[in-house]
């Protein structure tokens, strides 16, 4: 009995490996769409898990002369992730909430500037937990 | 100067707690997502509310090409003589040396790409897909990449896209396999070298707008050491690493950096966000002596 609890047990996690894999899948091919020519990717990938109200938190330097392009998605479909960025005083520079939860957004950079990207789940849409993918590209 | 290598130790320290929760996390049992799951959890922030961080990592490290693009632009000739020779491969035995080098020869081959010597910068590819298939990551350069970089060897553009899409690949193989220990190697490499060539064109040119580059590497040099530092006590190798870069922070640490906020301007139509904020960094010209001569010593040790 205890051998079929523990199969049963392994293959519960195996179906909701291969089912959190698949919607990290599906999240990022969401997201690489968006990082075309002109735009270069930054040769990472930056991923959290978010439950409910968490707030994933992210920090970079974008650098002046520069166009970037960020682009952040969670589960299936887009418009359900809100990010926003912010300086290093915390004085906010931009958040997608004001434009329909938009996937992507360029940034144009006039200066150097150490910024602070958070990515939180939409608490209108019907995710509650899910994997948010973010990536970065910058133009050539 | 003390309170700043205090504050340089101070962050290490922090590093280094969360570091060991990270860790812990992953030496558990259990499938991928579960230490994922749980390396995230444990770097909740118990004193900001529900604030998590994107992947333990929470920083981000410049791209060799985007470093390559501003070098580019400050109109300044190519230099074949800042390269890491490509068959000096041959030398790097274990996978610490390979993965720097794999960070090494891809800054070298942003420069190459960026400066269209096409010729060379297959040479360089070769090697970066043999360091990868060493490491395991062949799967970032497959034969389709493989194939696609043949067809567009004359195209830069299209090259430094499907070279950089390479490089995003394989950090998230590496992520996705608890091989971050490599992942930031990579990311190490690519950056020391990137600033190893920027402190050579410095010097040579007096270039003020590369050595405004270089100053401005004083935060990403702070996120690299964050995001080695959970890999301090893996083995001498990283320790001695770790050692050099925080050595090198202190001496970033008295560059200046004045921030003045300006509202943005945005432009829905096109979804652009202008970010009007001025940075103005203040370093003396020994300041980038010292920087320089550091640089160098770090990276003799990664590729002789």
């Given amino acids: 009995m205890?051998?079929?609890?523990?199969?049963?047990?392994?293959?519960?996690?195996?179906?909701?490996?291969?089912?959190?894999?698949?919607?990290?899948?599906?999240?990022?091919?969401?997201?690489?769409?968006?990082?075309?020519?002109?735009?270069?990717s930054d040769g990472q990938q930056y991923k959290a898990l978010l439950n409910g109200d968490e707030i994933a938190e992210f920090h970079s330097t974008f650098y002046g002369g520069t166009t970037y392009r960020v682009v952040a998605a969670t589960g299936q479909k887009e418009g359900n992730?809100?990010?926003?960025?912010?300086?290093?005083?915390?004085?906010?520079?931009?958040?997608?909430?004001?434009?329909?939860?938009?996937?992507?957004?360029?940034?144009?950079?006039?200066?150097?500037?150490?910024?602070?990207?958070e990515a939180e789940l939409d608490a209108n849409s019907q995710s509650k937990s899910g994997f948010a993918i973010m990536l970065i590209g910058f133009k050539q | 100067m003390l309170i700043n290598k205090l504050r340089a130790k101070f962050k290490l320290v922090s590093a280094m707690l969360i570091a060991s929760f990270a860790i812990n996390g992953c030496s558990s049992d259990g499938n991928n997502e579960d230490k994922i799951e749980q390396n995230i959890e444990s770097n909740i922030d118990s004193s900001q509310g529900t604030l998590i961080k994107f992947d333990n990592t929470l920083f981000s490290i410049p791209s060799p090409y985007e470093i390559a693009f501003l070098v580019k632009n400050s109109k300044l000739d190519f230099d074949k003589s800042l390269l890491n020779p490509y068959n000096k491969s041959h030398n790097?035995?274990?996978?610490?040396?390979?993965?720097?080098?794999?960070?090494?020869?891809?800054?070298?081959?942003?420069?190459?790409?960026?400066?269209?010597?096409?010729?060379?910068?297959?040479?360089?590819?070769?090697?970066?897909?043999?360091?990868?298939?060493?490491?395991?990551?062949?799967?970032?350069?497959?034969?389709?990449?493989?194939?696609?970089?043949?067809?567009?060897?004359?195209?830069?553009?299209?090259?430094?896209?499907i070279v950089s899409n390479s490089y995003r690949k394989a950090d998230q193989y590496l992520k996705d396999n608890n091989r971050n220990d490599i992942g930031v190697l990579i990311l190490a490499g690519g950056w020391l070298e990137s600033t190893y060539m920027m402190t050579q064109l410095a010097q040579s040119s007096k270039n003020k707008e590369i050595a405004t580059r270089i100053g401005e590497q004083k935060h990403p040099l702070d996120n690299l050491i964050k995001i080695l530092s959970p890999y301090y006590n893996q083995s001498k190798d990283y320790a001695e690493l770790i050692d050099a870069l925080i050595d090198l922070a202190y001496d970033f640490d008295g560059i200046d950096i004045n921030y003045t906020y300006a509202a943005p301007t945005v432009d829905v139509?096109?979804?652009?966000?202008?970010?009007?904020?001025?940075?103005?960094?203040?370093?003396?010209?020994?300041?980038?002596?010292?920087?320089?001569?550091?640089i160098i010593t770090i990276r003799k040790k990664i590729v002789d």
């Fill in chain 1, 2 to 40: 205890k051998k079929i609890t523990l199969l049963f047990t392994a293959f519960v996690a195996l179906m909701f490996n291969l089912n959190t894999f698949a919607q990290v899948d599906v999240t990022t091919s969401i997201c690489t769409k968006y990082i075309k020519t002109p735009y270069i």
């Fill in chain 1, 81 to 117: 992730l809100i990010f926003s960025l912010y300086d290093k005083e915390r004085n906010l520079l931009f958040t997608n909430r004001d434009y329909q939860n938009s996937t992507y957004w360029d940034f144009k950079f006039t200066s150097t500037v150490d910024c602070i990207i």
């Fill in chain 2, 92 to 161: 790097y035995t274990n996978n610490f040396q390979k993965a720097l080098n794999l960070g090494v020869y891809g800054a070298n081959l942003g420069y190459l790409n960026v400066f269209e010597q096409n010729s060379e910068a297959i040479q360089y590819f070769s090697v970066i897909k043999i360091l990868s298939q060493e490491l395991g990551i062949e799967n970032a350069f497959d034969k389709q990449t493989i194939t696609r970089i043949e067809n567009n060897l004359g195209n830069k553009d299209s090259l430094m896209f």
């Fill in chain 2, 269 to 294: 139509k096109n979804k652009l966000t202008v970010i009007n904020s001025k940075s103005e960094l203040i370093m003396t010209d020994q300041q980038l002596k010292t920087i320089s001569d550091k």
